[in-house]
């Protein structure tokens, strides 16, 4: 079963994803964290788009994703605190905007998920990645929900952070993803649009699992089977 769900910066794609994953017994893919790999890249080399080209043949990094997290090496070194700094987060988008490197974390979204059992989350998978998914979700909030509960998130983490810096960097993020020319953030026709403002995570978690159980496919006919409770 492949399961997508996009949507802007801090809508909860990750907690979500991760915990319909544990639930359905499927893979956990984050396809930011890719975006996020190649943006280190980037920066590491000088902001030099002809040597990201190169780099992006023989790149070096390596995902592994956990219920917990999406950990992320570049050779022996882990990276994966280094791809969630405030320098990559300003720089991550206009990366994720390049055709090349959308070209080369596609290919790796198909390897990721080449065992056809798999919760992506993203921005342009259910329109672009994987027009054929089984179960396609659009999670949104609006913005002052997303930053608030990504400024908890990075609070927590015991960053040193100001919520109207995390404001600004969502809203950026949201304007270059939804506006640029290829893959822009966009919910597929056919997904299903959740909007979590006023939602606990019990309840948005509850509602997507309630679509699957509810709506069998010609692939997925016992899908209800596969859920825990
Ligand atoms: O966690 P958050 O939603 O803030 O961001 P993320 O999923 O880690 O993605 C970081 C950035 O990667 C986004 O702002 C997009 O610019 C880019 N991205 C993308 O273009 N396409 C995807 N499928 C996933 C991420």
């Known amino acids: 079963m492949i399961i997508v769900i996009d ?10 994803a991760k915990e319909i994953a544990r639930r359905a017994g499927l893979d956990y893919v984050d396809s930011g964290a890719m975006y996020r790999g190649f943006t280190y890249l980037y920066l590491k080399h000088g902001k030099d788009r002809s040597r990201l080209a190169g780099l992006l043949d023989d790149h070096g ?8 997290e999406a950990r992320v090496f570049h050779g022996e070194m882990e990276i994966t605190s280094d791809i969630r700094s405030d320098i990559v987060n300003s720089h991550v988008s206009e990366v994720a905007a390049m055709e ?3 070209n080369a974390v596609r290919l790796l979204l198909r390897d990721a998920s080449a065992n056809g059992n798999a919760v992506l989350e ?13 179960y396609k979700f659009f999670l949104t909030a609006d913005p002052e929900a997303r930053a608030r509960r990504r400024y908890d998130e990075r609070i927590r983490k015991g960053e040193q952070v100001s919520l109207q810096q995390v404001r600004e960097n969502v809203d950026t993020r ?23 403002t006023s939602l606990t995570f019990e309840e948005q978690v509850t509602r997507i699992l309630q679509h699957i159980r509810s709506t069998p496919t010609e692939t997925q006919p016992n899908n209800s089977d596969q859920l825990k409770q």
Do not use: M
Request: aromatic share 6%; proline share 5%; glycine share 8%.
């Open 174 to 196: 949201d304007r270059i993803d939804s506006s640029r020319d290829i893959a822009p953030l966009k919910k597929a026709d056919d997904a299903v649009e959740i909007e979590s």
């Open 122 to 134: 993203g921005r342009d998978l259910g329109t672009v990645v994987f027009p054929d998914a089984d």
């Open 100 to 102: 090349e490197v959308r």
């Open 61 to 68: 990094l390596r995902f592994e994703f956990h219920s917990t």
């Open 7 to 16: 949507g802007p910066a801090g809508a909860g794609k990750s907690t979500t």
